[in-house]
T-cell receptor, first 115, second 117 residues
Framework: GAVVSQHPSWVICKSGTSVKIECRSL??????MFWYRQFPKQSLMLMAT?????????EQGVEKDKFLINHASLTLSTLTVTSAHPEDSSFYICSASEQPNTEAFFGQGTRLTVV | AQSVAQPEDQVNVAEGNPLTVKCTYSVSGNPYLFWYVQYPNRGLQFLLKYITGDNLVKGSYGFEAEFNKSQTSFHLKKPSALVSDSALYFCAVRDMGGSGNTGKLIFGQGTTLQVKP
């Protein structure tokens, strides 16, 4: 299947700093990518839909000024957690699919710990 | 609104026995259904999908799922479980409604499968 690469796999940062997470589709182009957040032993919570060349669509309750999403090309979307706080510590996962009606492929996830 | 339910938080099965992980769905139109598996601290791996066609769908690692329209179910099955199948399993439906059709996935709450030797 198609490959989605997410980087970094884990990151530790200090409170108040910003962290950028990258999501790349390696062998296909994705006009749309998705960013999820997952708490331990829980399901994935969709945070936002990343649209190439336009603004991201955020789910209700997700702060767009805190979780900045940029989808500058058909193979790269980035999520920046700004002014991170310990409660932002979580597992963040991205996904992409070639077409809206085909299966989504997921990155390996990023474990963010804010200290 | 579209939704997915996985009624079991955990399923326990002995190695070599058949396994079933349950999933029911609610959609307004034709369902696009998926199963994914997640190992600890990893992203999700695609197992199989139902878009149209045969109700019995075969996927990766010997898994299969049966689409049942009358019961609105899409249970995941495997004839003989392996210890290495122990993981977290997610059922998902693709939201094809509304304008813009981004095709976002709606996930069930997940079911932990524990296969014991």
């Amino acid at each position: 299947g198609a490959v989605v690469s997410q980087h970094p796999s884990w990151v530790i940062c200090k409170s108040g700093t910003s962290v950028k997470i990258e999501c790349r589709s390696l062998d296909f182009q994705a006009t749309t990518m998705f960013w999820y957040r997952q708490f331990p032993k829980q399901s994935l919570m969709l945070m936002a839909t990343s649209n190439e060349g336009s603004k991201a669509t955020y789910e209700q309750g997700v702060e767009k000024d805190k979780f900045l999403i940029n989808h500058a090309s058909l193979t790269l979307s980035t999520l920046t957690v700004t002014s991170a706080h310990p409660e932002d510590s979580s597992f963040y996962i991205c996904s992409a699919s070639e077409q809206p009606n085909t299966e989504a492929f997921f990155g390996q996830g990023t474990r963010l710990t804010v200290v | 609104a579209q939704s997915v339910a996985q009624p079991e938080d955990q399923v326990n099965v002995a190695e070599g026995n058949p396994l079933t992980v349950k999933c029911t769905y609610s959609v307004s139109g034709n369902p696009y259904l998926f199963w994914y598996v997640q190992y600890p601290n990893r992203g999700l791996q695609f197992l199989l999908k139902y878009i149209t066609g045969d109700n019995l769908v075969k996927g990766s690692y010997g898994f299969e799922a049966e689409f049942n329209k009358s019961q609105t179910s899409f249970h995941l099955k495997k004839p003989s479980a392996l210890v290495s199948d122990s993981a977290l399993y997610f059922c998902a439906v693709r939201d094809m409604g509304g304008s813009g059709n981004t095709g976002k996935l709606i996930f069930g709450q997940g079911t932990t499968l524990q296969v014991k030797p």
